[in-house]
């Protein structure tokens, strides 16, 4: 048992491929090592900027030796009367070097045949390591391969030297062009030469002496540490999104955190911008109060050990500085005049070439948010009608803002902020911001009935303007995010509690298209139609996500209701249903029952006549179905989905019996035609909550 070590060294490499490529390279290097069966006790990855690193320890020094069989003539051909090999066997021992004397015989199901046991020599791992590393190096997610020189080797980035050593000796190999060594080298300013690596396992410590933490999980959770060491000398927390944390991970491989301020009258700015451009330009971790309110302060990572930190401070002070003054001016400017005057600009923007401008797609939300608001209103909730015909007005002006042109991920959030200093009512100012929520899959919803009413609105507008002009999503393309759009739509009305019918919103949605002048949708019919298979459609996807399995979904689906909350209710009952000891039979039992009634030539009468139930069994299963109606009948007034198929789950037994003990398809047409009548009121049970037969128990 050995360790091995291999690192690439190259130019910087891309931070935010760092942490992808470190998996990658160690996940093909283990699958290789496994499928050429050669055992080790651990493998580690390291990553910095400018190297890719691997080091394997117990690994074996080669493949263990197998045996394989091989197999030739039946023994019948393979010897004549007397017993001597023919021509066929002599062929066949010759072809693998051997004497026909040493032929076995392998017993088949097929017969006997003659044969040989062969032990292959396992490889020594030296032998095999160059290609294993070559070929993981070659199926590294790269997007834009390169060439360096007049090297004709491709890679990432230009690669300038190569580690491959067994314990402390050199495993000589060419590997992406160059000549493997023992030599690495450290921090491109502190210790920029080539130094010797002793042995395999001195590789992690030796880069530390050499001002580089190699080990990429500990090099952040170094910055971890300092970041929130100095976000606490100043009372504040740090905001630290993991892709930004992975990125300055991947740019420093000696990491020292700084502290830096800027002027807090730059506070004035909606604090979204200024941490957008410190965070997306600079790299640079914001500071917030406790109540999330951003601090006059950045914390930044450099990659040097300066003796005179002061003046690195003071350079990233002068740098980030033009940037803030860009969003004040931005800021300032747009507040020259009030927001709803942003709005006359929309009119000459275009949302789509087929559906109008910006401006039409504001009427639009206004007229369908004041129209979900009064669904509201009747359910009981407390929302101003005017106020969300204005916020619909408004939900797109800061679209015409300079702030929004500058910042584009700020749309929404900046409306908020002008709405406010407008003095329009808070319930008009905060669903600006909420209309655009849920952002991606997990985010938060919007939390004011104003701002759930334009977040329906507004994705339900786009959903039918986009598939009445033919451009549905495909397989691959969907630009208007169209699955995020409707999965957003089955939420709100799903984790809001809002009973409201998809139908109705759809055929709203699509009445917001016609004016004085008539439609812009030509199709209306052919519109609806796909709009609502298409959020139909989105259940699947979402449940699953959920780990709700798709036979569950799928029953739910096959009675088609278009409620969301309703939908949601169902899927809850069916999977409390599952895990009932009786849901197995049941499910069969079911499928049995409809394809009875699928298979029946005649129309099946909705009423049982109780006079021609001769058999006990049948008798039975029609008083604990008239017992089952009765007690379902409440239940399901109160949508109680769960309770009902708890009671349902009492028909088990009569209907296992009656299936035992009656013969449906009867000769006599009065008696089998009854039968199927009983049948269909058991099935029509069911399907009040879900088509049972669908479930895979």
């Not at 269909?680 to 669908?694: G, M, N, P, Y």
Request: aromatic letters at 6%.
């Amino acid at each position: 048992m050995s360790t091995i070590l291999f690192e690439l060294g190259c130019e910087e490499l891309p931070p935010k491929s760092l942490k992808p490529l470190r998996d990658a390279l160690q996940a093909s290097v283990t699958e290789q090592l496994n499928e050429a069966e050669i055992s080790f006790d651990s493998i580690k990855a390291f990553a910095a900027p400018r190297r890719l690193a691997l080091q394997i320890q117990g690994i074996s020094d080669k493949q263990p030796d197998r045996s394989e069989q091989k197999r030739g003539p039946a023994i019948k051909a393979a010897f004549d009367a007397e017993g001597n090999p023919t021509r066929a066997a002599m062929g066949f021992a010759k072809g693998l070097g051997i004497e026909a004397s040493e032929l076995i015989t392998i017993n088949t199901d097929k017969g006997d045949y003659v044969g040989y046991e062969q032990v292959i020599h396992g490889q020594a791992t030296t032998e095999l390591l160059a290609a294993i590393f070559q070929t993981a190096l070659d199926n590294l997610p790269i997007a834009k391969r390169m060439r360096s020189g007049a090297s004709r080797n491709e890679f990432v980035r230009p690669v300038q030297w190569v580690v491959l050593m067994q314990d402390s000796t050199v495993i000589d190999a060419i590997i992406q062009g160059h000549q493997t060594g023992t030599q690495t080298r450290g921090h491109r300013f502190h210790s920029p030469n080539y130094h010797e690596i002793a042995h395999a396992n001195d590789y992690e410590e030796l880069l530390g002496g050499l001002k580089v933490v190699a080990d990429f999980d500990k090099r952040q959770m170094l910055i971890k540490n300092q970041v929130k060491a100095l976000a606490d000398e100043v009372n504040a927390d740090a905001i630290v999104p993991q892709d930004l944390l992975d990125e300055v991970t991947a740019l420093v491989d000696f990491p020292i955190a700084l502290r830096a301020s800027f002027e807090p009258r730059f506070l004035q700015v909606p604090q979204e911008a200024l941490i957008s451009t410190m965070q997306a330009d600079q790299k640079y971790f914001c500071l917030t109060d406790k109540a999330g309110k951003l601090q006059p302060y950045f914390i930044f990572i450099t990659n040097i050990e300066s003796k005179d930190p002061n003046q690195i401070i003071e350079g990233n002070e002068k740098v980030v500085r033009p940037r803030l003054a860009d969003a004040e001016f931005f800021f300032l400017q747009d507040q020259k005049q009030p927001l709803f005057a942003l709005t006359e600009s929309l009119k000459t923007r275009v949302f789509q070439d087929k559906l109008g401008t910006i401006w039409e797609k504001s009427e639009r939300i206004a007229k369908l948010a004041a129209f979900i608001a009064a669904l509201m209103q009747q359910q009981g909730q407390q929302i101003d009608i005017d106020e969300t015909v204005r916020a619909g007005i408004l939900s797109k002006a800061d679209l015409a803002s300079s702030l929004v042109g500058e910042y584009p991920e700020l749309q929404g959030i900046a409306g908020t902020y002008y709405a406010r200093l407008n003095n329009e009512p808070e319930a008009v100012a905060a669903s600006l911001e909420e209309q655009y929520l849920p952002k991606f899959s997990g985010d938060v919803l919007p939390q004011t009935p104003i701002g759930i009413c334009l977040a329906l609105a507004d994705r339900l507008d786009t959903l039918v303007g986009i598939f009445a002009i033919d451009q549905a999503p495909t397989g691959s393309k969907d630009p208007f995010s169209l699955r995020r759009s409707a999965i957003g739509i089955l939420r709100i009305l799903i984790e809001k509690q809002l009973p409201i019918n998809l139908v109705a919103l759809v055929e709203q949605a699509i009445k917001g298209y016609s004016d004085a002048e008539g439609s812009k949708i030509e199709k209306m019919g052919d519109t609806f139609t796909q709009v609502m298979a298409f959020l139909n459609s989105r259940y699947r996807a979402m449940y699953t996500e959920q780990g709700v399995s798709v036979d569950t979904i799928q029953a739910v689906q096959a009675i088609n209701p278009h409620m969301p909350l309703d939908f949601d209710q169902r899927i809850r009952a069916v999977q409390a249903f599952s895990e009932l000891s009786q849901a197995s039979m049941l499910a069969d039992s079911n499928k049995r029952v409809a394809n009875i009634l699928a298979k029946s030539e005649v129309s099946v009468a909705d009423n049982v006549d109780e006079s021609l139930l001769s058999e006990p069994a049948e008798q039975d299963l029609y008083a604990s179905v008239l017992q089952a109606q009765t007690a379902v009948q409440p239940l399901l007034e109160q949508a109680d989905y769960t309770q009902v198929l708890q009671t349902l789950a009492s028909l088990d037994e009569p209907l296992t019996q009656f299936f035992d003990n009656v013969m449906v398809n009867s000769e006599d047409a009065a008696l089998k035609n009854n039968r199927l009548a009983l049948l269909k009121q058991v099935r029509a049970l069911f399907l009040t909550v879900a088509d049972i037969s669908e479930l895979q128990l």
